[in-house]
T-cell receptor, first 113, second 117 residues
Framework: GPKVLQIPSHQIIDMGQMVTLNCDPV?????FYWYKQILGQQMEFLVN????????KSKLFKDQFSVERPDGSYFTLKIQPTALEDSAVYFC???????????FGPGTRLLVL | GDSVTQTEGQVTVSESKSLIINCTYS????????LFWYVRYPGEGLQLLLK???AGQKGSSRGFEATYNKETTSFHLQKASVQESDSAVYYC??????????????WGLGTSLVVNP
């Protein structure tokens, strides 16, 4: 089936530093999503994105978070500055249209020290 | 807010036996949300197993079935005869979002299925 890639698979970073998580969505998909899963907890929605804009975000999507997809390249999640509670696995997803099946990447495991 | 509750932890079943993983949902934002089962096989990413968008309907895939029951707000996953290759983590989810259905997914905790040969 369609593949979503995420780079890197693991990232260790010191608290206060900036991190960028990269997502390579399915090539013809137009809608993009980030989810966050803290160890032992449910995966939770962070944000969705279409046509260069955030459509919807949750309360977990703090001011330190930002997303973009410059010129149709990677869909990125940037955290600046990072905090200890940002340690989690971040999953990227994409869908062709809103409401369609979301295809997920394997996740990026972020550890903030 | 909306929530999904599913069988917690690990379920261990012997090969060729039947399986049921319970999933119930609660929603305040949408009367009849779309319901999903996703699966993560060892070493792989999350993938859609089945989805049902109409209350009362049944979805099926790879021998698994789930029926959307709006009376009991349930979407239990069942299989009559499991195989070792079904060992994976299964996630129940519902679709909601104010910009449109399924613009975000609400997830259960996941159930780890171990099938013994």
């Amino acid at each position: 089936g369609p593949k979503v890639l995420q780079i890197p698979s693991h990232q260790i970073i010191d608290m206060g530093q900036m991190v960028t998580l990269n997502c390579d969505p399915v090539s013809n998909h137009l809608y993009f999503y980030w989810y966050k899963q803290i160890l032992g907890q449910q995966m939770e929605f962070l944000v969705n994105f279409y046509n260069g804009k955030v459509m919807e975000k949750s309360k977990l999507f703090k001011d330190q978070f930002s997303v973009e997809r410059p010129d149709g390249s990677y869909f990125t999640l940037k955290i600046q500055p990072t905090a200890l509670e940002d340690s989690a696995v971040y999953f990227c997803a994409s869908s062709l249209v809103l409401g369609d099946t979301q295809y997920f990447g394997p996740g990026t495991r972020l550890l903030v020290l | 807010g909306d929530s999904v509750t599913q069988t917690e932890g690990q379920v261990t079943v012997s090969e060729s036996k039947s399986l049921i993983i319970n999933c119930t949902y609660s929603t305040t934002s949408i009367a009849y949300p779309n319901l999903f089962w996703y699966v993560r096989y060892p070493g792989e990413g999350l993938q859609l197993l089945l989805k049902v968008i109409t209350a009362g309907q049944k979805g099926s895939s790879r021998g698994f079935e789930a029926t959307y029951n709006k009376e009991t707000t349930s979407f239990h996953l069942q299989k009559a005869s499991v195989q070792e290759s079904d060992s994976a983590v299964y996630y129940c989810a519902l679709g909601e979002g104010y910009v449109g259905d399924n613009s975000k997914l609400i997830w259960g905790l996941g159930t780890s299925l171990v099938v013994n040969p």
